[in-house]
């Protein structure tokens, strides 16, 4: 087959553009680099990236390389918001009212270090979009707990006798509460609903928060040949729904369900749950229900 | 234009008159009036800037380094917890090359709760990589703004600019505004040699190995080392340009002095007046005021003393443990050196407590009556 006829039959749901290249330093089967690679693809090449401290501080490359092909600000580990917010304003300032300013944190810069600056910029509804790639932990620093880390799960800080025992912290619910004008959930497992999200947020002014599903086999010890399936499985046994949230009120399920799953293919994937017993299954699987119905009312 | 204001304003005046095109700011007593002046002033378009009202100082710093890495010069203000929480961003902004300039209204530091002035927030911030200016009245203010954007956007360094809670920032004086002009003049548009574009992607702090890291420090020392020499050089073309010189030291009534007073900030001009009211006693005084800190004026430091048998150096700041953090600094750039004064060390006026004429008075008799400085701080002015 000639390159000219691969071309007309080959129908791409998502953008060619590549602005992220091989040769970075993740671990194989990394999610956030499949979450990088595709908002990346729906925001193309007019963007300035500011990175905190976590994964993809050291994933992008060590001075002076870098496997993005955009301009990037790494910052403070508690300052990705208002570093973002700052470049926008500074943009604007020198004439640039195009390009796209994203904040790229992960759980820990997100949920727990960078909370405050997070809130700050959102509620000030500064024209920036705020990624978070959740691993469920600190990843970078050698899987520590966060206040993302989900009920039962194993990391170096929660051993296995002393595991979390308490819910992952709802990062979605705090920032509906600002009234950004758009939020969306979004998991590798379904790149051309993240793309689609990713436009979308480039669309929107004023604060746009995506929370990016984002499986790490080495801190959840699964195979790195299960991360798309592990990606695809949190969403249809509804650990993680994918939906959109519009002004903090107006509620729109992205991937619907037709069957929900039970937790327990998923937990079996992973090493860091391999130490709970039934009861303790049951109390994850409670809470996954309790916030699937509590969802499923707020939608459309 | 002659105008009377407050010290703060007077820090409010020198960014609008620099034409800071981003400010970011957090209120603390007693910095507020310099972020009401300036968002007043955002807000009227008096100045063309944007104003990120952050939720603390941390943010504030680190906005003002997004936007000075965009390319648009930026300004902000703070004091005592402020600065402190600042503390590591101070450092992001002096190891990435990023000229921000800063008020820093000079308060001391909780526990217990004080807005009085001292200087051991500023101090503490010593080793950053920041250049201090110490200001004594609101004048200097104004001028040291202006060139501390000129100094820092040379190097691509930042500054601080310091004066002392309530004896400056509260303080109305008569202050000469430059004209709007002369200063575009003097500070043209901020152009740095790199940013954050689109066009040119670079990963600007990324991970430094060894085999990097070392260099890039080495660079700002080096830098740091030839900026006496630049402040020199800007002072002179800014007092060609509006006939008031900034420079490193102030010398007052030292050619002929047999003791000189080493101060900062306002207790620098109460030392002036003791100086007058010692030489009608028929004691030969005079004062050296240290305007700059970072980088530290050694050649001015041991010109100025050089000729002068007995020195007291009047701290308002601890370094605990230590001594007082001026005459630790100038006792180490006095050493070795064949001519140099004996040397006394002060700390008065902690926590906001006024620094009197008496004091000066009190300190000059105790270096008087002494041959030779002993290790011990003279404490003056503590109830013990």
Redesign the interface.
């Known amino acids: 087959m000639s390159a000219e006829t691969k071309k007309k039959t080959m129908k791409l749901t998502i953008p060619e553009e590549e602005l992220m290249s091989p040769g970075h330093l993740a671990c194989q089967g990394c999610g956030a680099t499949m979450a990088m690679r595709y908002m990346l693809k729906g925001l193309g090449?007019?963007?300035?990236v500011?990175i905190p401290a976590c994964c993809w501080?050291?994933i992008?490359?060590?001075?002076?390389?870098?496997s993005?092909?955009?301009?990037?600000?790494?910052?403070?580990f508690?300052?990705a918001?208002?570093?973002?917010?700052?470049?926008?304003?500074?943009?604007?300032?020198?004439g640039?009212n195009e390009?796209t300013v994203l904040a790229w944190a992960g759980d820990g810069g997100t949920f727990d270090i960078g909370l405050?600056?997070l809130?700050?910029a959102a509620?000030?509804n500064?024209d920036i979009i705020y990624v978070c790639y959740d691993n469920e932990a600190y990843m970078n620093t050698g899987i520590q707990r966060s206040s993302a880390t989900p009920y039962g799960a194993w990391t170096t800080t929660t051993p296995v006798k002393h595991f979390k025992n308490r819910p992952k912290k709802d990062i979605v619910a705090i920032m509906a509460a600002h009234r950004i004008p758009y939020i969306a959930t979004a998991s590798v497992a379904y790149p051309e609903d993240l793309v689609k999200k990713a436009k979308k947020a480039k669309e929107t002014r004023g604060t746009k928060f995506l929370h990016i599903w984002a499986p790490c086999p080495t801190g959840w010890k699964s195979r790195p040949e299960d991360t798309v399936k592990l990606a695809r499985m949190v969403v249809q046994n509804c650990i993680f729904p994918l939906y959109e949230i519009e002004n903090g009120e107006t509620y729109k399920m992205s991937i619907k369900v037709a069957e929900k799953k039970p937790i327990t293919d998923y937990v079996r994937l992973q090493g860091r749950f391999r130490h709970l017993k039934e009861d303790e299954l049951k109390v994850m699987q409670d809470e996954v229900d309790r916030k699937w119905a509590a969802l499923q009312k707020k939608c459309l | 234009m002659k105008k009377v204001m407050m010290g703060n304003h007077a820090l409010s005046y020198g960014a609008m008159l620099a034409r800071s095109q981003v400010i970011a700011a957090y209120p603390i007593t007693p910095q507020t009036q310099v972020v009401e002046l300036l968002s007043e002033m955002c807000a009227s378009k008096a100045l063309d800037a944007k104003f990120i009202k952050v939720e603390s100082e941390h943010s504030a710093m680190a906005a003002c380094l997004g936007a000075s890495l965009a390319g648009a010069r930026t300004f902000t203000a703070t004091s005592a917890q402020g600065l402190a929480l600042m503390h590591e961003l101070l450092h992001w902004a002096s190891g990435g090359r990023q000229p921000v300039v800063m008020g820093n209204i000079n308060r001391a530091m909780a526990p217990g709760w004080s807005i009085w002035t001292d200087q051991n927030d500023s101090l503490s911030q010593r080793d950053t990589g920041w250049l201090q200016f110490y200001c004594a009245s609101n004048q200097e203010v104004v001028d040291t703004v202006i060139q501390a954007f000129k100094i820092s956007e040379r190097f691509m360094i930042p500054s601080m600019v310091i004066l002392d809670a309530f004896a400056l920032s509260h303080t109305y004086e008569v202050v000469e505004l430059p004209d709007q002009d002369k200063v575009d003049a003097y500070l043209p548009k901020f152009n740095p040699p790199f940013r954050l574009t689109p066009k040119e992607p670079h990963a600007f702090n990324a991970l430094t190995s060894p085999e990097h890291y070392f260099e890039l420090r080495y660079k700002l020392q080096k830098d740091m080392e030839k900026i006496p020499a630049a402040i020199e050089e800007t002072g002179r073309e800014y007092e060609k340009a509006f006939g008031r010189y900034l420079g490193q030291v102030e010398e007052y009534r030292c050619d002929d002095a047999e003791f000189v007073f080493v101060t900062s900030g306002t207790a620098g001009y109460t030392a002036r007046v003791a100086v007058d009211e010692l030489r009608k006693q028929g004691i030969k005084a005079g004062n050296l005021r240290m305007k700059v800190f970072r980088p530290f004026p050694f050649a001015k430091v041991r010109e100025a003393l050089a000729k002068v048998p007995k020195a007291a150096v009047v701290d308002r700041n601890c370094s605990y443990g230590h001594h007082g953090i001026f005459y630790q600094e100038i006792k180490s750039a006095l050493y070795g050196e064949a001519k140099a004064p004996a040397l006394f060390g002060y700390i008065t006026g902690l926590g906001g407590r006024d620094i009197t004429v008496d004091m000066f008075r009190e300190i000059a008799q105790d270096t008087l009556s002494k041959p030779r400085p002993s290790e011990e701080i003279g404490w003056i002015g503590v109830k013990r």
């Open positions: 090449q007019k963007t300035i500011c501080a050291v992008d490359g060590p001075f002076p390389h870098s993005l092909g955009i301009p990037i600000f790494h910052c403070a508690e300052a918001a208002s570093t973002a917010s700052g470049v926008k304003a500074g943009l604007e300032m020198v640039d390009t405050q600056a809130s700050g509620e000030r500064d």
